[in-house]
């Protein structure tokens, strides 16, 4: 078997003891990291292929715990708007527009983000069509928990959205039995529920109930505004954390989406059950409010990054939302030495994994585990000097810096080239598809300037 060895770089595993290694070659075989040896001893094999990383820094591929590729096609037509105009004006009508082969260029192009921005696993709230989404992440080489989002219950729905409780399992458990674990094991099934807006106490009993069964997880938007949790007090009788608790879906196997409108006693039930938490800082900020995530770390509540949408954040970049999670927190703490830059790495590297229930494969750069990894280089105006490399992947990477992208063990990126995906008939096809949907969906954007 040829392998790949990484030289001369600094190696920032991750790892439990959170070393950062130098004068070792990191060795890849396969899928997986079959060494991290010491320099002066490895001896290359024949066909070995060599990077010499010097001056570079190798870390895991970021996880991404929270996007939506069907939405991709949709940047740009959900600004400067509250998040009920969000989501019934614009992004209901466009996903709801979207055909098989939409969805499938939406999906190579934030893949295609992705990658550049050296995310190798994410996890999706809920996709349209299935097929051309899991063939599209398959082509492109990353890994992906993908979930139909269930919605059964509430008002506004796009025609053919609403289906009973019943039928909502049965459809997922279909694309469990057929997507699950495809892709050499990058691509993995969840159950997927709206928000409380859209789905029954029933349908949220039922989802907790097969997902268990099936030992899966749940993907959800939660207390995403004041509107929600009034609603959910009204007409449901508790709070969104409480009611769920009643219902049974609480547990280390829920992956809870935003959570900016929670109590204290909310974060301590989530702290109890092992829910996990996705901060998407871009987001809520456009559209939601100023989410504090602190209060739930030092519950124990595990804490990871994510995205959001094209519609709702616009750049799907976790270097982005890295920088954006240290300094938001900060100011809304009044304290600058919270949220340090070696926190906000592990949210968005070995926590993302445990939110995701992967981290006995990914997030992290040991022996034995999946080869998701990225190569920085710091040597560009905006991170040099370097007096605290872990300060500076944090408080000054960009994109740009990021020059390799590795997942299951295969380069998706080289020298900023993607080289397995024909990226400019990708946004040609994007130019063609977006207007399309946008169409067929009659959404009218108001001019921003005369002429605009």
């Given at each position: 078997m040829?392998?790949i060895a990484?030289r001369?770089?600094?190696?920032v595993?991750m790892?439990p003891?959170?070393q950062?290694l130098r004068?070792?070659?990191?060795?890849?075989?396969?899928?997986?990291?079959?060494?991290?040896?010491?320099a002066a001893?490895?001896?290359?094999?024949?066909?070995d292929e060599?990077?010499?990383?010097?001056?570079?820094?190798?870390l895991?591929?970021?996880?991404?715990?929270?996007?939506?590729?069907?939405?991709?096609?949709?940047?740009g037509?959900?600004d400067?708007?509250?998040l009920?105009?969000?989501?019934?004006?614009?992004?209901?009508?466009y996903?709801?527009?979207m055909?098989?082969?939409?969805?499938y260029?939406?999906?190579l192009l934030f893949?295609?983000?992705q990658i550049a921005?050296?995310?190798?696993?994410?996890?999706?709230?809920g996709?349209?069509?299935a097929?051309p989404?899991?063939q599209?992440?398959?082509?492109?080489?990353i890994?992906?928990?993908?979930?139909?989002?269930?919605?059964?219950?509430g008002?506004?729905?796009?025609?053919?959205?609403?289906l009973?409780?019943?039928?909502?399992?049965?459809?997922q458990?279909?694309a469990y039995?057929?997507?699950?674990?495809a892709?050499?094991g990058?691509?993995?099934?969840?159950?997927?529920?709206?928000?409380l807006f859209n789905n029954?106490?029933?349908?949220?009993?039922?989802t907790?109930?097969?997902?268990?069964?099936?030992?899966?997880h749940?993907h959800?938007?939660?207390?995403?505004?004041?509107?929600?949790v009034?609603y959910?007090q009204?007409?449901r009788?508790?709070?969104p954390i409480r009611?769920l608790?009643k219902?049974?879906?609480l547990?280390?196997?829920?992956l809870?989406v935003?959570?900016?409108?929670t109590?204290?006693?909310?974060i301590?039930?989530?702290?109890?059950?092992?829910v996990?938490l996705?901060?998407n800082?871009?987001a809520?900020?456009k559209?939601?409010?100023v989410?504090?995530?602190?209060?739930?770390?030092?519950r124990?509540?595990v804490?990871?990054l994510?995205?959001?949408?094209?519609a709702?954040?616009?750049?799907?970049?976790?270097?982005?939302?890295?920088?954006l999670t240290t300094l938001?927190?900060?100011?809304a703490?009044?304290?600058?030495?919270v949220?340090?830059a070696q926190?906000v790495?592990e949210m968005?590297?070995?926590?993302g994994a445990?939110?995701?229930?992967w981290d006995?494969?990914?997030?992290?750069?040991?022996v034995g585990?999946k080869?998701d990894l990225?190569?920085v280089?710091?040597?560009?105006?905006n991170?040099?000097p370097?007096h605290?490399?872990?300060?500076?992947l944090?408080?000054?990477?960009?994109?740009?810096?990021?020059q390799?992208?590795?997942?299951?063990?295969?380069?998706?990126?080289?020298d900023r080239?993607?080289?397995?995906?024909?990226?400019p008939?990708?946004?040609?096809?994007?130019?063609?598809?977006?207007g399309?949907?946008?169409e067929?969906?009659g959404i009218?954007?108001?001019?921003?300037?005369?002429?605009?």
């Amino acid at each position: 078997m040829s392998r790949i060895a990484i030289r001369n770089a600094t190696i920032v595993t991750m790892n439990p003891g959170r070393q950062v290694l130098r004068d070792r070659v990191l060795v890849v075989a396969g899928d997986r990291i079959a060494g991290l040896e010491p320099a002066a001893t490895w001896v290359p094999s024949p066909g070995d292929e060599i990077l010499d990383a010097r001056g570079r820094i190798v870390l895991p591929g970021f996880v991404n715990t929270h996007a939506h590729t069907a939405q991709q096609l949709g940047r740009g037509l959900a600004d400067d708007v509250d998040l009920m105009t969000l989501l019934h004006d614009r992004v209901f009508p466009y996903e709801s527009s979207m055909a098989p082969d939409d969805s499938y260029v939406s999906t190579l192009l934030f893949g295609i983000e992705q990658i550049a921005n050296g995310t190798t696993t994410f996890a999706d709230a809920g996709i349209q069509h299935a097929s051309p989404t899991v063939q599209g992440i398959t082509e492109l080489g990353i890994r992906a928990a993908f979930c139909y989002s269930v919605t059964d219950a509430g008002e506004g729905l796009p025609s053919g959205w609403k289906l009973s409780a019943d039928e909502s399992i049965a459809r997922q458990e279909e694309a469990y039995a057929r997507y699950h674990g495809a892709a050499n094991g990058r691509i993995r099934w969840w159950f997927g529920l709206r928000t409380l807006f859209n789905n029954s106490d029933q349908v949220v009993e039922l989802t907790a109930e097969a997902a268990r069964r099936l030992n899966t997880h749940v993907h959800m938007h939660l207390a995403q505004s004041p509107g929600e949790v009034k609603y959910c007090q009204d007409a449901r009788g508790a709070s969104p954390i409480r009611l769920l608790a009643k219902l049974g879906l609480l547990g280390p196997n829920l992956l809870a989406v935003h959570c900016l409108y929670t109590d204290d006693e909310e974060i301590d039930l989530m702290a109890e059950h092992g829910v996990k938490l996705s901060h998407n800082p871009a987001a809520g900020l456009k559209i939601m409010g100023v989410p504090r995530i602190i209060p739930f770390r030092e519950r124990g509540v595990v804490t990871a990054l994510g995205t959001d949408s094209g519609a709702s954040n616009n750049r799907n970049s976790m270097p982005d939302e890295m920088w954006l999670t240290t300094l938001l927190q900060k100011g809304a703490h009044g304290d600058p030495a919270v949220m340090t830059a070696q926190e906000v790495l592990e949210m968005a590297t070995i926590d993302g994994a445990r939110a995701l229930g992967w981290d006995d494969e990914i997030g992290s750069l040991e022996v034995g585990k999946k080869a998701d990894l990225v190569v920085v280089d710091p040597g560009t105006s905006n991170m040099q000097p370097l007096h605290d490399p872990i300060a500076n992947l944090v408080f000054c990477m960009k994109t740009d810096n990021i020059q390799y992208t590795m997942c299951d063990g295969v380069w998706l990126m080289k020298d900023r080239r993607i080289g397995h995906v024909d990226v400019p008939a990708v946004l040609r096809a994007v130019h063609e598809h977006a207007g399309q949907v946008r169409e067929r969906s009659g959404i009218q954007l108001p001019a921003r300037f005369p002429g605009a």
